[in-house]
């Protein structure tokens, strides 16, 4: 004969009193995480206050491709370099070895902290390279050759838009990672997460000019 409902909920009422999850555990587990959560953004995105919401763009470093396809793209190109949002500095010191003379804008103060530091002890001279704390939406770019960007897909078209604003027409962008949408490229290098794009400001001005 079949069980009724009742005699089924006695014979799962042990198990199911012993299986509940244990609240103290839980309540554990939540502010470990909620700890790890803040110590990530203690370190990935300080500073970021003042930055609207669909700006922000936490610390991820560049890989080692990453860097050398940007480098790929920056040959034959001299002058002054800005890296927006320039991490632990390693796109920054991979162009100012190459000549340029680079600032890397960065709003972690930390990073700053740890880049300069690293400029001091390998011996990097100033001019060649500078890391200073500021966020580079405020920043007025119009004197850079080139920029490069490592940033993060949704900011791509608003950071578009302030680059044809302010570089001259014969500046170089690279891109890495990310393209800009509706820019043709130049060229672009490497493939999947390592792609990295560069555009000349010139031809992208008169490509828009043109489709509209
Ligand atoms: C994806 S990481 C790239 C770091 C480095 N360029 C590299 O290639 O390894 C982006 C960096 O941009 C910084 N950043 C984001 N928004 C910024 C802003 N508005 N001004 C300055 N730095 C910013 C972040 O703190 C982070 O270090």
Redesign the pocket.
């Known amino acids: 004969m079949e069980d009724s409902i009742e005699v089924i909920l006695q014979d799962y009422g042990g198990d199911l009193h012993t299986n509940r999850t244990n609240p103290v555990l839980s309540a554990c587990t939540g502010a470990l995480l909620a700890g790890l959560y803040g110590v990530w953004r203690l370190f990935?995105?300080p500073?970021?206050r003042k930055?609207p919401r669909s700006?922000?763009?936490?610390?991820?470093?560049?890989s080692k491709q990453?860097?050398l396809n940007t480098m790929k793209l920056l040959e034959g190109r001299t002058g002054r370099l800005a890296?927006?949002?320039?991490?632990?500095?390693?796109?920054?010191f991979a162009a100012s070895s190459a000549g340029f003379q680079c600032t890397?804008?960065?709003?972690?103060s930390i990073?700053v902290a740890y880049t300069r530091s690293k400029a001091l002890w390998t011996g990097v001279p100033s001019g060649r390279a500078t890391f200073v704390k500021?966020?580079?939406?405020?920043?007025d770019l119009s004197s850079y050759d080139n920029v490069?960007?490592?940033?993060?897909p949704g900011v791509m078209e608003v950071l578009g838009e302030k680059l044809l604003k302010e570089l001259p027409d014969d500046a170089r962008v690279i891109a890495?990672r990310f393209p800009f949408p509706d820019w043709p490229h130049r060229s672009s290098v490497g493939s999947g997460l390592d792609q990295t794009f560069s555009y000349d400001i010139g031809t992208v001005r008169s490509h828009l000019r043109n489709v509209s």
């Open positions: 990935t995105m500073g970021f930055i700006l922000k763009v936490p610390y991820l470093p560049s990453q860097t890296d927006l949002g320039s991490g632990d500095g390693r796109l920054v890397g804008f960065e709003i972690n990073l500021k966020d580079f939406w405020k920043t490069t960007a490592f940033l993060a890495c």
